[in-house]
């Protein structure tokens, strides 16, 4: 009853902002992200009747706290669906950094489940797998599924999971990670969403985000989707920084990095767009022919980059890969 498996961190496109219900993480809207490879998770789980407690370290450390008990919410739901009391040993490792905004949970907990399910012998698609990753992070529902994928919201895992978009864009995108190092509070972002004057105006209009997105990676039209992700990384931030909190993530190479974006699309005529989640860390995304000299620009802004593309699904690996 062991197993190990990978899964890419997630770009947000058309984020989701706020939960509907806490315990199984169901956001109150639709979102649309991008899976980020070569980064990514990998994690080992076993299910062991000689433990007398459930073992969990990322990275090396110890997890305890809130992060155990999000990873308890994701374990102990594969226990009832799979009928075992088994404890379990959890190992998991980052290539990226992390806590910084782009995605570790998502990749985190997408690796979690697809480790989790596969160790206890359930037979389940990444559509299912995703409602098991949810309960971890919503986001992690979309890694599962992986490249451009629709997390749908709802009230049971019918309707509350996550589906891949097919499109044409996945082998041209190349995603400059322009590094701003800043600690965040995602979760607590997402709690107080709703005591935001402009949640309302988020909730308003995000359908039709949701609708003109997916209308756009259908029609492989590059500067309408990340057009409208740039659009989005602002709606987002106007609702986080009118929040009880008053959170600004953004930090002055994020503007910077912004700015620079600007510049190359107005001046150079470049198909080129930013786009951040709840962080001061940016994603800019262009295409394979202007990357390098994205990545360039970018670097100037005094950050470190990485330049990453579109990742697929979860998956299983062989044995051979196990942590421990």
């Known amino acids: 009853m062991k ?18 219900d806490e315990a199984r993480r169901m956001p109150y809207h639709d979102s649309i992200s991008v899976s980020t490879a070569p980064s990514r998770t990998k994690t080992t789980v076993e299910f062991d009747p000689s433990l007398d407690a459930d073992r969990y370290v990322i990275d090396g450390e110890a997890v305890e706290g809130r992060g155990a008990e999000r990873i308890d919410s994701v374990v102990d739901y ?23 905004g782009f995605g570790s949970s998502s990749s985190g907990f997408a690796a979690a489940a697809m480790a989790l399910v596969e160790a206890a012998g359930l ?13 971890g992070s919503a986001s992690a529902a979309r890694a599962v599924t992986g490249a451009f994928s629709h997390l749908k919201t709802g ?19 190349r ?22 004057h402009m949640f309302q105006a988020r909730m308003a209009h995000i359908q039709r985000q949701i609708s003109d997105m997916r209308d756009a990676l259908y029609d492989a039209d590059f500067g309408r989707a990340f057009e409208l992700a740039e659009h989005d990384s602002l709606s987002l931030a106007a609702t986080t920084m009118t929040g009880p909190a008053g959170w600004v993530y953004w930090q002055p190479r994020t503007i910077e990095i912004f700015n620079t974006v600007r510049e190359l699309r107005n001046e150079e005529d470049i198909p080129v767009y930013f786009s951040v989640d709840t962080g001061a860390s940016t994603y800019v995304n262009t295409t394979e022919e202007y ?5 360039d620009a970018v670097a100037d802004c005094g950050v470190d980059t990485r330049v990453w593309e579109v990742g697929g699904p979860a998956e299983v690996l062989d044995e051979s890969e196990a942590l421990f």
């Open 78 to 100: 594969v226990r009832e669906l799979a009928g075992i009391d088994h404890r379990v040993r959890f190992e998991s490792t980052n290539d990226f950094p992390t806590n910084i």
């Open 155 to 173: 009230v049971n895992d019918r309707d509350c999971r996550s589906e891949r978009i097919q499109t044409d864009l996945e082998d041209d995108l």
């Open 291 to 295: 990357v390098d000299r994205v990545e």
């Open 3 to 20: 197993a190990t498996a990978k899964a890419h961190p997630i770009q947000g496109l058309v984020k989701y902002h706020g939960m509907r």
């Open 175 to 196: 995603i400059v990670a322009g590094m701003v190092p800043s600690y965040k509070e995602t979760e607590q972002a997402h709690k107080e969403a709703a005591d935001s």
């Open 123 to 135: 037979d389940m698609t990444h559509p299912e797998i995703s409602t098991v990753a949810r309960r």
